[in-house]
């Protein structure tokens, strides 16, 4: 049973008279034990709530349009604890990072309820069969960290002795007709090279229904005292690894339409090798793993620039980014800069010192970062940083320092660059919304 903390006004709840402090007991005589149960049985156009009231069992009917919101609120999301998981990975990010963070950071989440709600990555270690078979009932998509198909070294990356087997889950999944989107964290000397070669063509034979895999470099910070040896990749580590996996992208485009793998941007950076053309990403399948960020950020910023006019007087304004991101960016702000005089736009890479110097992306800049290295400097009326840089929805920087600080340390506005290039053209040009 779960307490229904509200009833949202106007809902088909409120109109039937369910109570907030009443308790959900089932769904059409289905259990309800979370928001999975509650968002599949309560889709039906037919509702029949099953309610504890004081003690007293009641029934409301309610007909409403399938999909219709029914209108009761819980306690916690999920209506239900997140699922922690049950991996020590040997390149857990969380494992190295520095005491003294915001809890919530962290909490290690392994919880196929929040890939299907949240797109987030699963191992499927601390799945049973009976979690498989239900989203395999609810016909349910997810997003599953693989890293390899080879069990023994599956084991052995994630720490948990059940990880090897739980791999025929992905298969079963698969074979269901069960969509899959699979990440690789990829470590030199682990799972590249040959590994990588195994796991690619071990998850070629489930297509169509592993719909994209992203390869990402493992990121290696400064806390990493009694942890696994970890390496970064090289240049020419990154080279290979991309040669593998284009090397399949060619393969599956031929057999199946679609080139299914990708690495991420941060290979082609490491690597020193041009971002591929727009065509190579195809819908963009693995944007939120940094597969086709940049490539996708020059082409809109190109598009903006072509339409954009100058209007009013000089500008001079300041970009922060990581190490990684600041050719791009540097790049296109010379761009802009070409194209109307009247803007002074310099960019700025912050030297990760809070993670360690390894840590090149934009999203792990702290304000003390920022703030410790841009004192000194001219920054002109704005400094523009991405959005990433800050915890969603919040003015919050990874160190917990806000935005106002960074603005009182360095005496200037700052504001986000927004999603994309064209939002990042409009922050230079100073347009608001
Ligand atoms: S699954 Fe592995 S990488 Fe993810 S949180 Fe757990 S230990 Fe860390």
Redesign the pocket.
């Known amino acids: 049973m779960v307490k229904i903390n509200s009833i949202i006004p106007g809902s088909p709840a409120e109109k039937v008279g369910v109570l907030a402090g009443d308790l959900l007991n089932s769904i059409n005589g289905h259990s309800v034990r979370d928001v999975l149960d509650y968002m599949y049985y309560a889709a039906e156009t037919e509702v029949v709530l099953d309610i504890i009231r004081d003690g007293e069992q009641l029934d409301f009917n309610i007909s409403k349009d399938e999909y219709d919101d029914l209108g009761l609120e819980f306690e916690t999301f999920l209506m239900d604890k997140k699922q922690s998981?049950s991996?020590?990975?040997v390149?857990?990010?969380?494992?190295q990072m520095p005491p003294g963070m915001r809890e919530t950071l962290y909490f290690?989440d392994?919880d196929a309820r929040l890939s299907f709600l949240q797109g987030n990555y699963v191992?499927l270690t601390n799945m049973k069969q009976a979690d498989i078979d239900r989203i395999i009932e609810m016909k349910l998509n997810i997003n599953v960290?693989v890293h390899t198909t080879n069990p023994e070294l599956r084991v052995k990356m994630?720490h948990n002795r059940f990880a090897g087997e739980k791999l025929k889950f992905i298969r079963q999944l698969a074979e269901s007709g069960i969509k899959l989107n699979c990440q690789v964290v990829c470590c030199p000397g682990l799972n590249d090279g040959d590994e990588l070669r195994r796991t690619l063509s071990d998850l070629g034979e489930l297509m169509p229904n592993i719909t994209s895999m992203a390869v990402v470099p493992v990121g290696v910070t400064k806390y990493r005292q009694g942890l696994f040896p970890l390496k970064t990749f090289d240049k020419k580590g990154a080279g290979e690894t991309i040669d593998i996996i284009e090397s399949y992208q060619r393969e599956f485009l031929e057999k199946f339409g679609t080139r299914t793998v990708f690495p991420s941007d941060e290979f082609y950076l490491i690597a020193e090798r041009p971002l591929p053309e727009a065509e190579a990403y195809e819908d963009y399948s693995q944007f939120e793993n940094g597969v086709g960020m940049l490539r996708s950020l020059i082409d809109e910023f190109g598009q903006a620039l072509d339409m954009a006019e100058w209007e009013g007087g000089k500008r001079f304004v300041s970009i922060a980014t990581g190490y990684s991101a600041f050719g791009t960016i540097d790049m296109l702000a010379k761009q802009a800069e070409q194209k109307f005089p009247e803007l002074r736009c310099d960019v700025h890479r912050i030297r990760n010192d809070f993670f360690g110097e390894t840590i090149t992306v934009s999203g792990l800049i702290t304000a003390q970062d920022i703030i410790a290295q841009l004192k000194d400097k001219e920054l002109g009326s704005e400094l523009i940083i991405p959005p990433n840089m800050l915890k969603r929805d919040s003015d919050l920087f990874l160190d917990d320092l806000r935005v106002s600080d960074v603005e009182e340390a360095l005496g200037v506005k700052l504001r986000t660059s927004g999603s994309d290039g064209f939002e990042l053209l409009d922050a230079m040009m100073g347009i608001e919304y």
Request: net charge neutral; proline share 0%; hydrophobic share 30%.
């Open positions: 998981c991996n020590k990975c390149f857990c990010f969380i494992d290690k392994d191992t960290s994630m």
